[in-house]
């Protein structure tokens, strides 16, 4: 670790003291707030003149350079409770008949309210305090068949409150899956789940790439790093030209190994950091890949395993590429000097970063240790282009030569010649240095 990384992290725990002293001024938290986990811990709430629909109660809040507006719903203790709540909302899909409910009974997550709702069927109502870019009726359409998905939900003003599943049995995951072949130093086992993980989710990109595909959108992309990277503080920058072949398309946003059971894929809720941030663009399905393999990072930290890293993404990214589209899956699109899987992994690093300083819960591993060695594998990137930039220059000498003699002699041939394949084999050897997406940051950043 260098003084700068070394400062950036002193940095980072310097801006919980400034959120606790924001808190003490704004006047802290009642016990109440503490009872609702999907409100960010290091944010003051404060005054809003902002619309909600009849049994909603709205809540804007406030911390360093961030701002997030929620809407959560009052009480909801009786079936009455539920028919007045929903009476004023727009629903879409298969939803129970308000009228229908004979109990009802609620859990609290880190993500929104969950209500629980007996009627004919038993159904899972979800609430999204901070609402969603208004695609999961397009992802639950695009979803492989025995995938997991809303049938329906609520909507008000075009943002989605409320999403509906049929209450789900307790299964297995690929997470616990993942956790328990770590745990047992069990290779085989990890291996085989996570090619499972990664196959799962490239078929639902096969439907996705049907249902949506639109141009790449770079400036948007590095805009939105630019703002992570300015609000954190951090002291690195890394921008991309990114790939032709990573086309925005309906992508998942956040999607977990605990997402995935068996071959089943779980559409679930968005995650804070898209309230902190609101997405402006649309995403290529590289970041669903990436934020995958960020949470087998995470799996992998918590673990007393000693299995490698490497092979573990390698089954998972293998996986992927077996089922999704075969352009999206290509080495351009993985190509690390354009961006790759690792400027996605890498805002999947600045997104942990950002929700914990919203929570003030300490800095997230494995997050800011990937970002400590951020430095040294752009620095081995840049490296690399030595060999790109006298590829361009072979090439450069070898036109030049050609236009100076054309027509050219067989005398006058071979230094041409020389220098167009000088340029051809450093251009391989450039694009061979490309660091592989199944080796971590922590390892091509030594």
């Not at 709430?45 to 049994?55: C, I, L, N, T, V």
């Not at 490239?202 to 805009?223: C, F």
């Not at 002291?235 to 071959?263: E, H, M, N």
Request: glycine share 6%; aromatic share 8%.
């Amino acid at each position: 670790m260098d003084l700068a990384e070394g400062a950036w992290i002193q940095g980072f725990a310097d801006r919980f003291n400034e959120v606790d002293h924001h808190l003490v001024v704004l006047g802290g938290r009642d016990v109440a707030e503490q009872e609702r986990p999907w409100r960010p811990a290091a944010m003051a709430e404060f005054e809003s003149d902002s619309d909600a629909p009849p049994g909603f109660n709205t809540v804007s809040l406030a911390g360093i350079g961030m701002t997030v507006r929620m809407l959560e719903p009052n009480d909801l203790s009786e079936p009455a409770d539920w028919t007045s709540l929903v009476a004023h909302l727009e629903p879409w899909g298969n939803v129970p008949n308000p009228d229908s409910i004979a109990s009802i009974s609620t859990a609290v997550t880190d993500r929104g309210l969950i209500a629980e709702l007996s009627a004919e069927s038993e159904w899972s109502a979800e609430f999204l305090p901070w609402g969603s870019d208004g695609r999961f009726r397009a992802r639950a359409k695009a979803a492989p068949e025995g995938s997991r998905v809303p049938f329906g939900g609520y909507s008000w003003d075009g943002t989605d409150l409320i999403i509906i599943r049929p209450k789900e049995s307790l299964m297995t995951d690929a997470a616990q899956e993942v956790a328990r072949a770590l745990e047992a130093d069990d290779m085989t086992a990890a291996e085989d789940e996570l090619r499972m993980a990664g196959t799962v989710l490239g078929l639902y990109h096969v439907r996705a790439k049907v249902a949506r595909t639109t141009p790449p959108d770079p400036s948007r992309w590095n805009a939105r790093t630019q703002w992570l990277e300015e609000t954190l503080r951090a002291t690195f920058i890394w921008r991309a030209r990114y790939s032709k072949d990573q086309p925005c398309t309906l992508s998942l946003g956040d999607v977990r190994l605990s997402d995935i059971s068996g071959d089943s894929l779980r559409i679930g809720r968005p995650r804070l950091a898209d309230a902190l941030r609101t997405p402006t663009c649309e995403f290529p399905a590289m970041r669903d890949l990436a934020s995958l393999v960020h949470d087998l990072s995470k799996i992998h930290h918590t673990s007393s395993t000693s299995l490698e890293m490497t092979p573990l993404r390698l089954a998972l990214i293998d996986g992927w590429r077996s089922t999704a589209p075969e352009d999206w899956t290509s080495e351009e699109a993985f190509y690390s000097h354009r961006g790759g899987m690792a400027i996605w992994e890498y805002e999947q690093c600045l997104l942990d970063v950002l929700e914990a300083t919203s929570n003030q819960s300490g800095a997230p591993e494995p997050a800011v240790t990937i970002l400590l060695y951020v430095k040294a594998y752009q620095k081995r990137m840049f490296g690399n282009r030595t060999f790109g930039s006298l590829s361009m220059m072979a090439a450069f000498f070898g036109i030049v030569s050609l236009v100076n003699t054309f027509p050219p002699t067989l005398v006058e041939i071979p230094l041409p010649l020389a220098f167009i394949v000088a340029s051809l084999l450093l251009m391989r050897t450039y694009k061979r240095l490309s660091p592989p997406p199944e080796r971590p940051f922590t390892d091509l950043g030594r």
